[in-house]
């Protein structure tokens, strides 16, 4: 089994590269975000996911180790296959992910190719309880839970509806909430959360 792969980048491809490996080139399926990290024509290391089958050995390839975790969570849930889970990680982010999950935000599952409403569903219902447990990735501040009412809902609402995510608008306005203390405007917990997300 390959576990990890250092080479030269020879070629980047859709959903692919090529790792060049002492003139061995291996063929490795990556998601849009690992792809965009690698340097071309420079040296990288991948974590590597091998998969065998009869026809094919496959090789799936991670920048990062929480991302390679969440691959493999990703494709217990029956309907998940490989490509399916690159989708999903391409998408959102393994901190995203997270926040997708604890918040019961399917539309942001079904923004990744390939992820229809009941599949959504059914990620969102088997990964809930394991979802804090799972890394996730560089960076990571904890998700705040969902504000409950009155004027943090309001606030959410208000930059839910300027297009940004929910998850990442839900963390912005708890931040916001947190530093401005109890009794905050909404004009307050806007202007501060887009402060935020800006940052």
Request: glycine letters at 12%; proline letters at 4%.
């Amino acid at each position: 089994m390959i576990a990890k792969l250092t080479g030269r980048i020879e070629g980047v491809e859709d959903g692919r590269c090529i790792v060049d490996v002492n003139g061995v080139g291996y063929l490795v399926q990556a998601s849009t975000r690992t792809l965009a990290a690698l340097p071309a024509g420079g040296v990288a290391s991948l974590l590597i996911e091998t998969n065998v089958r009869e026809d094919a050995i496959v090789l799936y390839g991670f920048s990062e180790s929480a991302e390679r975790d969440w691959f493999r969570l990703l494709t217990t849930v029956q309907g998940v296959g490989a490509k399916v889970a690159l989708s999903i990680l391409s998408a959102l982010s393994p901190r995203e992910l997270i926040a997708v999950i604890q918040a019961g935000d399917r539309g942001g599952l079904t923004r990744a190719p390939g992820v229809g409403a009941k599949l959504a569903v059914r990620l969102l219902t088997e990964l809930r309880e394991k979802a804090g447990a799972m890394p996730a990735g560089i960076g990571f501040s904890p998700v705040l839970p969902a504000p409950v009412g009155g004027v943090e809902a309001d606030a959410l609402s208000a930059l839910v509806n300027l297009g940004y995510r929910r998850p990442e608008a839900q963390a912005a306005i708890g931040r916001a909430a947190e530093r401005l203390g109890e009794g905050a405007s909404l004009d307050a917990l806007i202007r501060e959360g887009l402060k935020e997300l800006a940052r």
